[in-house]
Nanobody
Framework: QVQLVESGGGLVQAGGSLRLSCAASGRSFSNYNMGWFRQAPGKEREFVAAISWSGRTTIYADSVKGRFTISRDNANNTVYLEMNSLKPEDTAVYYC????????????????WGQGTQVTVSS
């Protein structure tokens, strides 16, 4: 079992920045690829970014490429999502997730999920 707790969400103006954190506990964090997903009201959950267990490989949704950066600190069992140049359409609940398999952008491949943190971007 892996427990995931997100933090760092909040209200920010368009063009601003936020840094989300996801703290993991339980089984060895460094064995898992980690992903960030988001879900806006009335919409399906969508992929944002993912990082391999080693941190060497990252993948991003086209909608956030160049604005968001995913990183991880295996010594402290934490994964981050640095979000810059935020837009109102980035407003959503952001979830982190852990995947024991191949690095993936598909939510069905992820085994463990956090409870989410709200990000609201005002125009």
């Amino acid at each position: 079992q892996v427990q995931l707790v997100e933090s760092g969400g909040g209200l920010v103006q368009a063009g601003g920045s936020l840094r989300l954190s996801c703290a993991a506990s339980g089984r060895s964090f460094s064995n898992y690829n980690m992903g960030w997903f988001r879900q806006a009201p009335g919409k399906e959950r969508e992929f944002v970014a993912a990082i391999s267990w080693s941190g060497r490989t990252t993948i991003y949704a086209d909608s956030v490429k160049g604005r968001f950066t995913i990183s991880r600190d295996n010594a402290n069992n934490t994964v981050y999502l640095e979000m810059n140049s935020l837009k109102p359409e980035d407003t959503a609940v952001y979830y982190c997730a852990a995947d024991a398999g191949t690095l993936s952008r598909w939510s069905r491949n992820y085994d463990y999920w956090g409870q989410g943190t709200q990000v609201t971007v005002s125009s």
